[in-house]
């Protein structure tokens, strides 16, 4: 059974800070995707990343996937109260029978 | 601009009652998955169709029926429900290795 373990688990900041959320496992994952929930909706989906080392941004948020592709990390710089909300990494593997591995989660309160 | 659609949206049942959760998505989406999201568990995975006329166990299946009817819906079923069930249960779709959808829940208690 794979595993993802996310840290923290809870996060409290105050708006201008910078953050950073860890994702690992001991499992290898063909690809490694990031999401935002924001309460009574379904998470949507922040980034894909697929390469070991890759590393890729949007806007303030710095997404990297580890060389071995067992782990990844999510910066964000200078945190608005808009980036409030649950964060959850997820590792994808399988060929014709894809499924992702959830990690439980960060909830991140960003206070203005 | 639908993309994945979940019914009903709140229930509450009694133990031992059944109910089906209906999912649809118009994205043309081949694999169809569903999820329950209970505090500090994550997003654990019941079921999914990898494609139309085939579904696979997930992570806990247990107490869960579902039907692939047709490219479009995927449905899951609870035959009698216990009060363990109470949870937020998601329907995500996705082409075969791509990013997943979600529709916004189902909110079921059962009592």
Not at chain 2, 5 to 28: E, H, I, Y
Request: aromatic content about 10%; glycine content about 10%; some cysteine.
């Amino acid at each position: 059974t794979q595993l993802l373990e996310q840290s923290p688990q809870f996060l409290s900041i105050q708006e201008g800070e910078n953050l950073t959320v860890y994702c690992n496992s001991s499992s290898v994952f063909s690809s490694l995707q990031w999401y935002r929930q924001e309460p009574g909706e379904g998470p949507v989906l922040l980034v894909t990343v697929v390469t070991g080392g890759e590393v890729k941004k949007l806007k303030r948020l710095t997404f990297q996937f580890g060389d071995a592709r067992k782990d990844s990390s999510l910066h964000i710089t200078a945190a608005q109260p808009g980036d409030t909300g649950l964060y959850l990494c997820a590792g994808g593997s399988g060929g014709s029978n894809y499924k992702l591995t959830f990690g439980k989660g960060t909830l991140l309160t960003v206070n203005p | 601009n639908a993309g994945v659609t979940q019914t009903p949206k709140f229930q509450v049942l009694k133990t031992g009652q059944s109910m089906t959760l209906q999912c649809a998505q118009d994205m043309n989406h081949n694999s169809m998955y569903w999820y329950r999201q209970d505090p500090g568990m994550g997003l654990r995975l019941i079921y999914y169709s990898a494609s139309e006329g085939t579904t696979d166990k997930g992570e806990v299946p247990n107490g869960y029926n579902v039907s692939r009817l047709n490219k479009r819906e995927f449905s899951l079923r609870l035959e009698s429900a216990a009060p363990s069930q109470t949870s937020v249960y998601f329907c995500a779709s996705s082409r075969t290795s791509g990013p997943q959808h979600f529709g916004d829940g189902t909110r079921l208690s059962i009592l």
